[in-house]
């Protein structure tokens, strides 16, 4: 048994879905899953088993940040035999062409974070997703007529930033949104040779001012955790 996750053997499945809200993983549950088990219970980061078009799946919260999610995440995989895991979560755009409710898929993810620089002292990694979940997903919206942007994105430690005008330079070299948690996952999937992909939502823009209401949020989600639970 884990320190974060209380679940017995057997009861995660292989693929897991990753929001960070994890109220958003009992909504994923509970619209999208059948037969879905709460196994996890333990400072309200909820887990759930379930099954999706006679797939097993399971959907955790990891909370905010790459800090939080490597918890989680490397209990999945090392306690629980965990082999892929999408993140499903929203993300701030850093560009014109990048609008509310867009879907973005992170084929790499840049960060602000420092979680790799005690590993590869005076390197970079690049935190990459695997591209064989990234084929399926993308196959998937294509499939059922669900438009996409994918590249690199940020994973950001900073909600609020001291300096609005940061985003620019990251905007500049084509870092299509940022978000907080995708770099941590790619890293943490790459030292465990399994699987990751972030697949997120745009739910404001840094360029123009606008966002998502919360209730607008839900019904936009959905297609993107559609993607995700495809891409299985």
């Avoid at 980061?45 to 800090?67: D, N």
């Avoid at 669900?146 to 001291?162: R, V």
């Avoid at 070299?173 to 790619?186: D, K, R």
Wanted: net charge negative; proline share 3%.
């Amino acid at each position: 048994m884990s320190t974060h996750i209380q679940a017995n053997k057997g009861e995660i499945a292989e693929s897991v879905l990753l929001p960070g809200d994890p109220l958003r993983a009992k909504w994923i549950a509970e619209t999208f899953l059948e037969d879905a088990v709460c196994y996890n219970k333990v400072r309200g980061m909820l887990g759930f088993t379930g099954t999706y078009k006679g797939k097993r799946v399971s959907v955790q919260g990891t909370g905010m940040g790459i800090p939080s999610t490597l918890i989680y995440c490397h209990e999945l995989i090392t306690n629980y035999g965990v082999k892929n895991l999408i993140r499903v979560g929203s993300a701030g755009s850093y560009q014109k062409n990048v609008n509310l409710r867009d879907i973005v898929i992170a084929m790499s993810a840049s960060s602000t974070s420092g979680i790799n620089n005690s590993r590869f002292v005076n390197s970079d990694f690049a935190p990459t997703a695997n591209f064989e979940l990234f084929m399926k997903a993308a196959l998937y919206a294509k499939e059922n007529s669900i438009p996409i942007k994918a590249g690199n994105i940020l994973s950001s430690d900073e909600f609020y930033e001291d300096d609005p005008e940061a985003f620019k330079k990251w905007a500049e070299f084509g870092v299509l949104c940022v978000e907080m948690e995708a770099a941590g996952l790619y890293t943490i999937a790459a030292k465990h040779n399994v699987n990751a992909l972030a697949i997120l939502t745009i739910s404001d823009s840094l360029v123009t001012g606008e966002h998502l209401s919360s209730g607008d949020r839900e019904k936009s989600f959905k297609d993107m955790v559609a993607i995700a639970l495809g891409s299985f």
